[in-house]
C-alpha cells in the first residue's frame, strides 16, 4: 500500500527483479553483517556473568558451543562441572565428556549423604591481566579493545606455552596445530547477538553483557549482586563473574 | 576424538587430560643443560687457568657448540605449526619469557662459534695446508684465506678465546638459568612457580655437562685403549661433587620448604609425590641416582682409593648424574603437567613410540650431537698432543697416514 487510496500494483517482472535482489543480499551478507559493520569495538567492554544458583547442568551451552565453532571431540571451549558435598567435608567434582550429554547419572553416592550440590559452568576468563597473552612468544594471543581474548591462527605457532600458563584449564591445542580457546563468540557479539552459550541456556544461568554500558543488565547486576571470580589471588583479574561462587570452586 | 585412552584420578579440567608438553621438552633442557655444563667447564681451563682440565678443555668447547647446535630441534619438532618457527625470532613478543629464545640462542651460538674458531683456527690453517682439491678449499674456506700462523697470531687466538670464555660463561648461565626461569615463571603452576626454578636448572646443567664430559672422556679413552688421564677426571669429579650437593640440596630444599608451609598447593602436590612421581622422582632422582653418586664421589674425594675402583666410582656417578638430571627434567615438565590446575585430579602420560614427538624420534635427536662430535673428532684434533688421547691419534696417523691429515 502506497497512500491508502488506490491498491499499487507491482508487476512480476519488478516482483522477481526485487526477490532476486534480496536472495542475492542474503548470499552475499549474513544476518547481521550491517549491525557489524557498524560495530565498534572502543565502544564495548565485555563481561561475562554466570549465576551458579540457576544452572542445571544440561549441557544444553557445551552442545552450542560445539556446534557454533566446530570444537574438536575431546576438547571444550566451554563445559560444566558438578560439585557434590558430602556429610563429612568430603567434596566430588565430575564434568563427564565436559557435560556434553549433561549429567545422565547421580553421583555414586549414596543420596543422605550429599549436603549439598550444585553446578559450575566454565569458560575462558577473559583475564584482564591475561597469563595466556603474557607469554605468547609471538603475540598471536592478544585482548581486543573490548575486552575479548583471543587467538591469531594464522601466527600462533602451536608451543603450547599459553595452555601451561593458563590457570583454568581453558585453552587447548587444536588438532590443526594451533592453540585454541573461547572466543566469547565474537562473531555474533558484532551483529548483537549474545554468546551460542548464552543463547542455549534455558534457564538463564549465563549472561554477556557490556560492561561500557550503564543501562547493560550484566553491568547491573554486577553492580547490585554479590559475585566473585576464580582464583583471584593469582592476580589475572577475569572478567567471568560467578554469583553464588563457593570457596571449594577453583 | 584423541583415540589414545588416559587414566585419569580425581577430577581433572577435561582440556588437560592429554599433557601439552611430551618428551621432546623433556630433551630440550636436557640438551641446553650439556650445552651450558660443558662450556663452563672448557672455560675453568681458558679462563680461570685451571691447568689439570688441559687435556679435555678443547673437546668440551667443542662439545658445548655440538650440543648447542641441536638444541632447538626438539623444540622445533614439538611445535604445533612448525613452519612458523621462525616468528619467535623475527616478531618477538616483549612481555614473553620464551620470546626471548632467540636472542639468547643467537648470542650463545655467536659466542662458542667465534670461540671454537679461534680455538681451532691453527688446525685449520694446517689442514687447508695438507688437504689438496675440494677438502683443502672447505679448510682454507674455514681458514677464512688467511693461513698465516705465527707466535703473533697464536697469542691473538688465545687471548682471543679467553675474552670469549670471559663472556661465555655469564651468557651460558643466563641461557639456562632462562630455561629454568620459562618454567619458574608460570604461576598458574605450583610444581613450577618458584624462583629457585632458575638456579636449579643452571646448577644441573652443569652437573649433566661435567657428567656427560666424564663419561664421554672415559668412553674415547677405553674405546681407544689409552690410559685414563687421572689428572682430568680426579678433578672433573671434583667438581661434579661439589656441584651435584648445591644442586640437589637446592632441589630438595625447594619441596621441603613448600612442604613445611602446608599451603593449599601443597595438598596436590603430595599426591603429586607419592603417587605419579614416586618411582621418577623418590626413588630415581633422589634415591639412586643423586644418593649413590654423592657418596661414591664422596667416597672418591675423601678417600685414596686403587686408580681401578676410583674410575669405576667416577663413571658409574657420572652415569648416573646424566640419568640423575634427565630424570629431573622428566620430573618437571611431565610431573608438572600430571597434576590438573583443578588441583583435585592426575592425568597419566605415556610417550608414544614412533610418533613425531616418541621415543624413537627422542633417541635419534639425542644421538645425533654424538654422530657429529664423533665426525668432528675424525677431522680436527681435539685432545691436545701431549695427552694421552692425542698421543693415540698421533700414532694412528703414523700408521695410516691417510686416514688422517690434522697433524
Known amino acids: 500500500m502506497s497512500d491508502g487510496k488506490t491498491p499499487e500494483t507491482v508487476s512480476r517482472r519488478s516482483f522477481l527483479h526485487a526477490c532476486f535482489g534480496a536472495a542475492g543480499a542474503m548470499v552475499l551478507f549474513e544476518p547481521g553483517e550491517a549491525l557489524a559493520s557498524t560495530y565498534v569495538p572502543g565502544d564495548h567492554y565485555w563481561a561475562y556473568v554466570v549465576d551458579l544458583t540457576k544452572c542445571i547442568g544440561c549441557g544444553a551451552c557445551v552442545r552450542a558451543c560445539k556446534a557454533e565453532n566446530a570444537v574438536p571431540d575431546g576438547f571444550f571451549r566451554t563445559w560444566v562441572e558438578r560439585y557434590t558435598f558430602l556429610d563429612d567435608g568430603e567434596v566430588l567434582v565430575d564434568s563427564p565428556d565436559g557435560a556434553l550429554n549433561g549429567f545422565a547419572s547421580d553421583p555414586d553416592v549414596p543420596p543422605e549423604r550429599v549436603a549439598k550440590s550444585f553446578f559450575v559452568p566454565k569458560i575462558c576468563n577473559h583475564c584482564t591481566s591475561s597469563p595466556c597473552v603474557q607469554v605468547c612468544p609471538v603475540g598471536a594471543s592478544y585482548e581486543t579493545k573490548d575486552g575479548v581474548v583471543l587467538v591469531d591462527k594464522s601466527y600462533c605457532i602451536g608451543c603450547g606455552y599459553c595452555i601451561q600458563a593458563c590457570p583454568y584449564g581453558c585453552r587447548f591445542m587444536n588438532p590443526v596445530g594451533t592453540a585454541d580457546k573461547c572466543t566469547l563468540c565474537l562473531h555474533r557479539l558484532t551483529r548483537g547477538q549474545a554468546p551460542a552459550c548464552v543463547a542455549a541456556c534455558p534457564v538463564g544461568a549465563r549472561a554477556c553483557g557490556d560492561l561500557k554500558d550503564p543501562n547493560d543488565p550484566v553491568r547491573r547486576e554486577l553492580e547490585t549482586r554479590r559475585h566473585g571470580v576464580l582464583k583471584p589471588e593469582l592476580g589475572t583479574h577475569p572478567k567471568c563473574y560467578y554469583l553464588g561462587l563457593d570457596q571449594e570452586v577453583l | 576424538m584423541l583415540d589414545t585412552f588416559v587414566a585419569v584420578s580425581g577430577y581433572v579440567f577435561p582440556n588437560e587430560i592429554h599433557v601439552t608438553w611430551t618428551v621432546m621438552i623433556v630433551l630440550y633442557?636436557?640438551?641446553?643443560?650439556?650445552?651450558?655444563?660443558?662450556?663452563?667447564?672448557?672455560?675453568?681451563?681458558?679462563?680461570?687457568?685451571?691447568?689439570?682440565?688441559?687435556?679435555?678443555?678443547?673437546?668440551?668447547?667443542?662439545?658445548?657448540?655440538?650440543?648447542?647446535?641441536?638444541?632447538?630441534?626438539?623444540?622445533?619438532?614439538?611445535?604445533?605449526?612448525?613452519?612458523r618457527a621462525f616468528n619467535i625470532m623475527i616478531t618477538p613478543s616483549s612481555s614473553s619469557a620464551m620470546a626471548g629464545f632467540g636472542i639468547v640462542y643467537l648470542t650463545y651460538l655467536i659466542i662458542v662459534v667465534l670461540e671454537v674458531w679461534f680455538a681451532l683456527r691453527e688446525d685449520f690453517v694446517r689442514l687447508a695446508t695438507t688437504r689438496t682439491g675440494f677438502k683443502g678449499w672447505i679448510f682454507r674456506a674455514l681458514a677464512l684465506f688467511d693461513l698465516t700462523v705465527d707466535d703473533r697470531t697464536r697469542a691473538f687466538d688465545h687471548k682471543v678465546v679467553k675474552i670469549l670464555a670471559g663472556i661465555g660463561v655469564p651468557v651460558a648461565c643466563f641461557l639456562h638459568g632462562y630455561v629454568g626461569f620459562l618454567f619458574g615463571s608460570i604461576k598458574a603452576n605450583p610444581w613450577w612457580s618458584t624462583p629457585l626454578m632458575f638456579i636449579i636448572f643452571l646448577l644441573s646443567a652443569i652437573v649433566s655437562g661435567i657428567a656427560v664430559l666424564l663419561f664421554l672422556f672415559y668412553f674415547v679413552s677405553w674405546l681407544r685403549r689409552v690410559p685414563i688421564d687421572r689428572g682430568v677426571v680426579q678433578t672433573l669429579a671434583k667438581f661434579l661433587w661439589g656441584f651435584m650437593i648445591i644442586d640437589v640440596a637446592l632441589e630438595l630444599m625447594e619441596v621441603l620448604s613448600i612442604a613445611y608451609e602446608q599451603t593449599q598447593d601443597w595438598e596436590a602436590l603430595e599426591i603429586l609425590i607419592r603417587d605419579?612421581?614416586?618411582?621418577?622422582?623418590?626413588?630415581?632422582?633422589?634415591?639412586?641416582?643423586?644418593?649413590?653418586?654423592?657418596?661414591?664421589?664422596?667416597?672418591?674425594?675423601?678417600?685414596?682409593?686403587?686408580?681401578?675402583?676410583?674410575?669405576?666410582?667416577?663413571?658409574?656417578?657420572?652415569?648416573?648424574?646424566?640419568?640423575?638430571?634427565?630424570?629431573?627434567?622428566?620430573?618437571?615438565?611431565?610431573?608438572?603437567?600430571?597434576?590438573?590446575?583443578?588441583?583435585?585430579?592426575?592425568?597419566?602420560?605415556?610417550?608414544?613410540?614412533?610418533?613425531?614427538?616418541?621415543?624413537i624420534v627422542a633417541a635419534v635427536v639425542f644421538t645425533v650431537p654424538f654422530l657429529l662430535l664423533r665426525l668432528v673428532d675424525g677431522t680436527v684434533p681435539l685432545f691436545p698432543p701431549d695427552s694421552a688421547l692425542g698421543r693415540w691419534r698421533l700414532a694412528r696417523m703414523k700408521k695410516t697416514p691417510s686416514a688422517d691429515g690434522a697433524q
Open chain 2, 276 to 359: 605419579k612421581l614416586f618411582y621418577t622422582y623418590v626413588i630415581l632422582q633422589l634415591l639412586v641416582a643423586s644418593l649413590i653418586p654423592f657418596l661414591f664421589l664422596g667416597a672418591n674425594a675423601l678417600f685414596t682409593l686403587k686408580a681401578k675402583l676410583s674410575n669405576f666410582l667416577i663413571f658409574s656417578s657420572a652415569v648416573l648424574l646424566l640419568v640423575q638430571v634427565l630424570a629431573m627434567r622428566w620430573n618437571v615438565v611431565i610431573g608438572g603437567q600430571l597434576m590438573s590446575k583443578s588441583f583435585r585430579g592426575y592425568t597419566e602420560y605415556t610417550p608414544g613410540i614412533w610418533d613425531r614427538e616418541g621415543l
Open chain 2, 29 to 83: 633442557p636436557y640438551i641446553t643443560g650439556l650445552v651450558a655444563g660443558a662450556f663452563i667447564v672448557s672455560s675453568l681451563f681458558h679462563l680461570f687457568g685451571r691447568e689439570s682440565l688441559r687435556p679435555i678443555a678443547r673437546f668440551a668447547l667443542v662439545s658445548s657448540l655440538v650440543f648447542l647446535l641441536f638444541a632447538p630441534l626438539p623444540l622445533l619438532l614439538h611445535l604445533g605449526t612448525p613452519s
